[in-house]
């Protein structure tokens, strides 16, 4: 694609999958774009990747190949011990329209094993991290209906609450400090994760 720098990639290919809305590709210019990130792979580090994967997978139809879609997620999973707490919420946002069991089931385990990590993240940038969190692990998680027919914990609610649990003290100690649109996220992932104890959490 001309002299187009591979690092200018990632931010080209979110703003043409995601602002444009350019999915179906009448141009070729997902052909091109496909073939130039597949000679640069190894040269992107974890966030690229997953802003690149995001963008790819966010919307349907979904954009470039499956193979070059499943190398991307290859590398972030090769790395997934090493992401740090921002790019561990973002990756599994790439989950929404993915649902991709392996990803769901390694991002909880990460959930709950860096909780701590997460928890001190919210003491230095603000609430609205956790917020984050608890509304990416709502709007990514397996759905109640698919979970019997794929393995894991069937009772969804009692996991939104083991999740809200890890949370809800810190964010009702700063919930002034939340921006308008963290309240707004807050709400709509409580309604959405259908967690029944919502007045006890708002009157706290």
Known sequence: MGDLHFKEL????????????????????????????????????????????????????????????????????????????????????????????????????????RSEEILRAADQKGPEVLVNYFYAYVTARIPPFDRKTRGIEQNALKEANEVLEMFVDKITDKFDQLTIEAIYRLGSALENSKIQNVNELYSR
């Open 10 to 113: 990632p931010k080209l290919v979110m703003r043409l999958a995601k602002d444009l809305s350019y999915r179906k590709d009448v141009q070729g210019l997902w052909r091109d774009l496909e073939r130039t990130i597949n000679n640069s792979l190894h040269m992107f580090n974890s966030s690229e990747l997953i802003m690149m994967y995001y963008a790819m997978i966010f919307k349907f139809p979904k954009a470039c190949s499956q193979p070059t879609r499943e190398a991307i997620l290859k590398l972030i999973m090769d790395d997934f011990d090493l992401l740090t707490i921002d790019e561990l919420v973002f990756f599994i946002m790439t989950n929404t329209n993915n649902r991709k069991l392996k990803v769901f089931e390694r991002w909880m385990a990460a959930l709950k094993s």
